[in-house]
């Protein structure tokens, strides 16, 4: 059982810039089914950027595919989001999520 996480990585970085977004859970992310990071730009609602679910599998949304990676260390119970080529549009608020459990999410800011 994931009892929370704990977002960090962010900043301010621009555009084309690269940042590495960790979520580290106290419990084992292994006993959800998935692991996920979502964003919420200012005025927008929060969408979902990329999961991992048991057994390591991903699903990342059509925006960030071939730019974000996620990936997880079972050992660590970490979950990385590594962001490459960012644009402007990826600004906003970035968090993460084990079950039901979300972090309190960490700013993530592209200026150009």
């Known amino acids: 059982q ?5 977002e960090s990585g962010g900043g301010l970085v621009q555009v084309g810039g690269s940042l590495r977004l960790s979520c580290s859970a106290s419990g084992s992310i292994d006993s959800v089914y998935a692991m996920g990071w979502y964003r919420q730009a200012p005025g927008s609602q929060r ?3 990329a999961v ?6 991903t699903h990342l949304a059509n925006s960030v595919k071939g730019r974000f990676t996620i990936s997880r260390d079972t050992t660590e119970n970490v979950v990385l989001l590594q962001m490459t080529s960012l644009k402007s549009e990826d600004t906003g608020i ?4 084990g079950g039901t459990t ?5 700013q993530v ?3 150009s």
């Not at 991992?52 to 599998?57: Q, W």
């Not at 979300?102 to 960490?106: A, L, P, S, Y």
């Open 52 to 57: 991992i679910v048991r057994g390591g599998g």
């Open 94 to 97: 970035y968090y993460c999520q």
């Open 102 to 106: 979300w972090g309190r999410g960490t």
């Open 2 to 6: 994931v009892q929370s996480v704990e």
């Open 109 to 111: 800011t592209v200026s």
């Open 47 to 49: 969408e979902p950027v």
